[in-house]
């Protein structure tokens, strides 16, 4: 954490999608941006290919934009309307192909783009080119953050670089579907990723049910100890808030130096590989 860094308000949608309908899907965004405003929050952060739903399938590939599309310009307009920041994702049409990607749009004009670079299953993989490039960090408000999305943050060195690049909050669209794992990823291994990394980290699901799959809903805010600062059911839709403060988890922090007390310059045991 930097000095100049302060806390903020930060919004969470877990959200029913409508699969295929991206006005439909703006307009809830746009709605949860108007919710999180009045409740004095700075950021909003919506699911894993919040504008077209996850379960779309060919739909999403047909009406995939690029970055500067009408698409992201809409959230622009929110932003500009509402002065929340948007976190949101998206299918992006780059060189030829596809990505499932997260845009952050922030009220001072920036536009940040992440594409998965972990891809999940024969669905994703039949949908979508993976990403090759490094998240990255960028200021929302007196914080730093990043983006990841959903199976992303099951591999920890994706969480890893971005607290070492800086970041203070991982910001997570995902679409969990329901299955015999999703509650430890949401209850575990996310609290596990902010506490490892002492940073925080939102992660927005879906819930309800489209014409693929069935969400595990879950959706929470982590803090740097561990502890959900937030957390939302496994069925309804909503907003959620929370405050992320660093300096309220200073002592955690100093008494647990993971970052700086990690050696990385180690080498095999003799004769082992």
């Known amino acids: 954490m930097t000095p100049e860094n302060k806390p903020f308000r930060l919004a969470l949608l877990q959200m029913e999608a409508v699969g295929g309908d991206i006005?439909?899907?703006?307009?809830?965004?746009?709605a949860a941006a108007v919710e999180a405003v009045g409740a004095g929050a700075a950021c909003l952060?919506?699911?894993?290919?919040?504008?077209?739903?996850?379960?779309?399938?060919?739909?999403?590939?047909?009406?995939?934009?690029?970055?500067?599309?009408?698409?992201?310009?809409?959230?622009?307009?929110?932003?500009?309307?509402?002065?929340?920041?948007?976190v949101a994702g998206f299918a992006e049409a780059a060189d030829g192909v596809v990505y499932n990607s997260a845009v952050a749009v922030t009220p001072d004009g920036g536009r940040h783009v992440y594409r998965k670079m972990h891809l999940y299953g024969d669905y994703e993989k039949s949908l979508f080119h993976p990403g090759d490039t490094a998240p990255p960090v960028f200021r929302i408000g007196g914080l730093k953050a990043g983006m990841v999305i959903c199976y992303d943050v099951e591999f920890p060195?994706?969480?890893?670089?971005?607290?070492?690049?800086?970041?203070?909050?991982?910001?997570?669209?995902?679409?969990?579907?329901?299955?015999d794992h999703a509650a430890f990823i949401?209850?575990?291994?996310?609290?596990?990723?902010?506490?490892?990394?002492q940073v925080f980290v939102a992660y927005a699901n879906h819930a309800g049910r489209d014409d693929a799959f069935t969400y595990a809903g879950l959706s929470g805010i982590a803090a740097p100890d561990g502890s959900d600062l937030a957390r939302a059911s496994e069925t309804a839709a909503g907003v959620l808030?929370?405050?992320?403060?660093?300096?309220?988890?200073?002592v955690i922090r100093a008494s647990n130096p993971y970052l700086t007390d990690?050696?990385?310059?180690?080498?095999a045991a003799p004769g082992r590989t």
């Open 23 to 30: 006005e439909a899907n703006l307009r809830a965004i746009q």
């Open 45 to 86: 952060l919506a699911p894993e290919l919040a504008l077209t739903g996850y379960g779309a399938g060919e739909t999403i590939r047909a009406t995939a934009e690029p970055a500067d599309g009408k698409h992201v310009e809409r959230l622009q307009t929110i932003v500009a309307e509402t002065g929340i920041a948007i």
């Open 157 to 179: 060195e994706m969480v890893r670089h971005l607290a070492t690049s800086g970041a203070d909050l991982v910001l997570v669209p995902t679409a969990l579907p329901v299955c």
């Open 186 to 197: 949401a209850r575990s291994i996310v609290p596990v990723r902010a506490f490892e990394n």
């Open 241 to 250: 808030i929370a405050d992320i403060d660093p300096a309220a988890f200073a």
């Open 262 to 267: 990690r050696r990385l310059g180690f080498s």
